[in-house]
């Protein structure tokens, strides 16, 4: 930190960064120097042959030049060693000590050659020319290994950046400062869109796929483009982030409960609602088809859907992606208990702006419900990543009607298909009597959030339930509207409930604030961050460069917040802690409906297997206003968890039915 400037141009790798990658070399390249210099000193008499001199003559040369690359790698790893992220100061002989290394490169790559032609027809030991071809065939790997880290640390930016890294911002006016932000955008966005386009090769293109790539690589112009960090920073950042929050929450108070004289139905209305969510999410999960029902059940899964797999019903019903539906269907049987003739519509069809869903009479809740599948491919991925907002045009008085732009394209597809195909006309004209309900989990919730929103008009009762939802879903009018008949349920510190462009800013300035005043180096940081996640233990407390003696330790003065970013955000605010106000493209926005948040009690126990045990309450969509960094950010969001985190809560809150104060400890009113 910042990115080094090598060779005119700015690398995606920092100074600090070199500690572990050079402790692996010098460890393979000591081996490797001993097992060169066991081998001459006890075989050199039998280098007296045909050849002989040159391999003689190879060896030493040899020897002598690993010395020297361990002498500079060595000296790498130990101003690597030095300073702090933001302290870079001294290190400033890294760049010379770089230059050295990869001047050592060239005559290590001639000396192989060198060795590769000598050993050709040399008519010596076999055991010294083994281990010549085997010291030749090491040198090649090490130098193949070099180039791909070079190619892996190439910035296609960095010729643009590298003036800018090394001069700092405060040489440019606002002028210069924002024609060069505005050029940097603009090749980063081109960057990214190849970059995107090389991921996704295998899905083709058509229009919608030619928006979402756009879109994709506006958005990630947008939230990289202005920072000077490499992705070891945003690792050591998270790190400190995630200590710095277990840090307050073992500092804070128990918080108390608020008792309500309306306690008793807030606590019925929960139980009913938890129980609607465990039977929902069946449907929610089925949606996936066989890929999440196998992962469940990895011993006995094919065997329970193998015969369907084998078994053809496209001619008893009316299914899109027929060839792949197959396994889908004895999943989803399986999954919901249902029957054949309960499914009104399968839909397995996926594309960018295209999601699969189901539709199916549930007798036991009388309800027809629509399941929408979430994220499980790459088309879904760029639906997920057309963040900017559209406006949605659902002819009610509500004022500031958006939405994300992906999803809610996504749920127009699905009211299209239920609407004018007379899918849904088509399940009421079987059940008349029964209710809507949509259902779905992780973008399947948002889509189903959304089309809840559409179909409330021609649908009055209808419900939705969404699992796992973004965060960055609905304008603030729209979530007030949607909580009288939509419920989100919310797991741990499960990290898409609190996606959105302007939480990701917020956690952009909380990184570089936190980097910026810790005094601990890199791989410091990194290797108490890797123990703390396996093994636990107490918080760091966050020392800073300008406390006590380090004051005067200072060999250059200390990066400030601003210094780490190569143009100052349009979002960024280094003083400000209040939500950050995100570019009119990427408005806030919140989730769906009202929200239930699972949370695990007692220690999280990140090696313990016993089992996890769950309490259940209302919250406030402030309460996911920022992304929580922990080792369950990620699994947290897994169905299959959620689905278990749900047996255990209902099963537990059904036992203590008959323990009202034991029960009510469980509900927290917001």
Same mark, same amino acid.
């Given at each position: 930190m !910042?990115?080094?400037?090598?060779?005119?141009?700015? #690398?995606?790798?920092?100074? +600090?960064?070199?500690?572990? !990658?050079?402790?692996?070399?010098?460890? =393979?390249?000591? =081996? #490797?120097?001993?097992?060169i210099l066991a081998l001459y000193l006890r075989h050199r008499e039998k280098l007296d042959c045909a050849g002989g001199a040159l391999l003689s003559s190879y060896l030493i040369v040899l020897i002598v030049l690993l010395a020297v690359v361990i002498c500079a790698v060595s000296a790498i790893v130990y101003v690597s060693m030095k300073g702090t992220i933001c302290n870079p100061g001294p290190r400033k002989s890294m760049?010379?000590?770089?230059?050295?290394?990869?001047?050592?490169?060239?005559?290590?790559?001639? #000396? *192989?050659? =060198?060795?590769a032609a000598w050993i050709q027809g040399v008519e010596c030991d076999r055991t010294v020319v083994n281990g010549i071809i085997a010291t030749v065939v090491v040198s090649w790997i090490i130098i193949a290994s070099t180039v791909i880290t070079i190619i892996i640390v190439f910035d296609p930016l960095g010729g643009k950046m590298a003036p800018y890294s090394s001069a700092g911002p405060s040489h440019l006016d606002s002028h210069d400062s924002s024609q060069l932000f505005n050029g940097l955008k603009t090749a980063a966005t081109s960057v990214w869109e190849t970059r995107v386009k090389l991921l996704c090769c295998c899905i083709g293109e058509d229009d919608h796929t030619r928006v979402a790539f756009s879109s994709t690589a506006e958005l990630f112009s947008t939230y990289f483009s202005d920072t000077d960090l490499v992705p070891s920073d945003i690792a050591a950042g998270l790190t400190l982030l995630h200590q710095q929050q277990d840090n307050i929450r073992d500092k804070q108070e128990?918080?108390?409960?608020?008792?309500?004289?309306?306690?008793?139905?807030?606590?019925? @209305?929960?139980?009913?609602? =938890?129980?609607?969510?465990?039977?929902?999410?069946?449907? *929610?999960? &089925?949606?996936?088809? #066989?890929?999440?029902?196998?992962?469940?059940?990895?011993? /006995?899964?094919?065997?329970?859907?193998?015969? +369907?797999?084998?078994?053809?019903?496209?001619?008893?019903?009316?299914?899109?992606?027929?060839d792949q539906l197959n396994c889908h269907f004895g999943s989803i049987l399986q999954t919901t208990g249902l029957q054949y003739r309960d499914f009104i519509h399968i839909s397995f069809h996926d594309k960018v702006y295209e999601l699969p869903f189901l539709v199916a009479l549930d007798h036991r809740k009388e309800?027809?419900?629509?399941?929408?599948?979430?994220?499980?491919?790459?088309?879904?991925?760029?639906?997920?990543?057309?963040?900017?907002?559209?406006?949605?045009?659902?002819?009610?008085?509500?004022?500031?009607?958006?939405?994300?732009?992906?999803?809610?394209?996504?749920?127009?597809?699905?009211y299209r298909r239920l609407i004018n195909d007379g899918?849904?006309?088509?399940?009421?004209?079987?059940?008349?009597?029964?209710?809507?309900?949509?259902?779905?989990?992780?973008?399947? *919730?948002?889509?189903? &959030?959304?089309?809840?929103?559409?179909?409330?008009? /021609?649908?009055?009762? %209808?419900?939705c339930y969404a699992f796992s939802p973004p965060r960055g879903l609905l304008s603030k009018s729209l979530y007030e509207y949607s909580k009288s008949f939509i419920v989100s349920?919310?797991?741990?510190?499960?990290? %898409?409930?609190?996606?959105?462009?302007?939480?990701?800013? @917020?956690?952009?300035?909380? %990184?570089?604030?936190?980097?910026?005043?810790?005094?601990?180096p890199k791989y410091k940081i990194l290797l108490h961050g890797c123990w703390y996640e396996l093994f636990g233990g107490d918080p760091d407390n966050?020392?800073?460069?300008?406390?006590?003696?380090?004051?005067?330790?200072?060999?250059?003065?200390?990066l400030g917040e601003q210094s780490l970013l190569t143009h100052s955000s349009p979002a960024y605010?280094?003083?400000? +802690?209040?939500?950050?106000?995100?570019?009119?493209?990427?408005? *806030?926005?919140?989730?769906?409906?009202? %929200?239930?948040?699972?949370?695990?009690?007692?220690?999280?126990?990140?090696?313990?297997?016993?089992? &996890?045990q769950y309490s259940a309450r209302w919250s406030h969509e402030s309460e996911f206003s920022r992304i929580l960094i922990g080792p369950k950010m990620l699994t947290d969001h897994m169905p299959d968890i959620l689905m278990r985190a749900l047996d255990h809560l209902v099963s537990d809150r059904a036992a203590c039915v008959s323990c009202p104060a034991q029960g009510a400890s469980h509900v927290d009113m917001v």
């Open positions: !910042p990115g080094l400037v090598l060779f005119g141009r700015r #690398w995606a790798i920092a100074s +600090d960064d070199l500690v572990f !990658p050079g402790f692996f070399e010098l460890f =393979l390249r000591v =081996l #490797w120097w001993v097992g760049s010379k000590l770089l230059y050295i290394r990869l001047a050592l490169f060239l005559p290590e790559v001639v #000396w *192989a050659s =060198l060795g128990p918080a108390e409960v608020i008792s309500h004289s309306s306690g008793t139905s807030q606590e019925a @209305d929960l139980d009913a609602e =938890l129980e609607n969510c465990h039977h929902y999410m069946q449907f *929610a999960a &089925a949606a996936y088809g #066989w890929p999440l029902y196998i992962y469940r059940n990895p011993f /006995t899964g094919f065997c329970k859907i193998g015969g +369907d797999c084998c078994r053809s019903r496209t001619t008893e019903y009316e299914l899109v992606g027929g309800s027809v419900v629509v399941a929408v599948r979430g994220t499980m491919s790459l088309q879904d991925i760029l639906t997920d990543l057309s963040a900017e907002s559209e406006t949605l045009d659902l002819g009610c008085e509500l004022q500031d009607c958006v939405a994300h732009k992906g999803i809610s394209q996504a749920a127009r597809y699905v899918i849904l006309s088509q399940a009421f004209s079987v059940a008349p009597e029964y209710r809507l309900v949509l259902v779905g989990h992780s973008l399947g *919730a948002g889509a189903a &959030a959304l089309l809840a929103l559409m179909l409330k008009n /021609t649908y009055p009762h %209808i419900r349920l919310v797991l741990g510190k499960d990290v %898409i409930p609190r996606l959105s462009v302007t939480n990701l800013e @917020d956690l952009k300035k909380r %990184i570089l604030r936190v980097i910026a005043h810790c005094n601990k966050f020392p800073t460069e300008l406390d006590g003696v380090n004051q005067e330790n200072l060999t250059q003065p200390l605010n280094g003083s400000d +802690d209040s939500p950050l106000h995100s570019p009119s493209k990427y408005p *806030a926005l919140y989730p769906p409906g009202r %929200i239930i948040h699972l949370e695990e009690k007692g220690p999280s126990g990140r090696l313990c297997c016993s089992a &996890a």
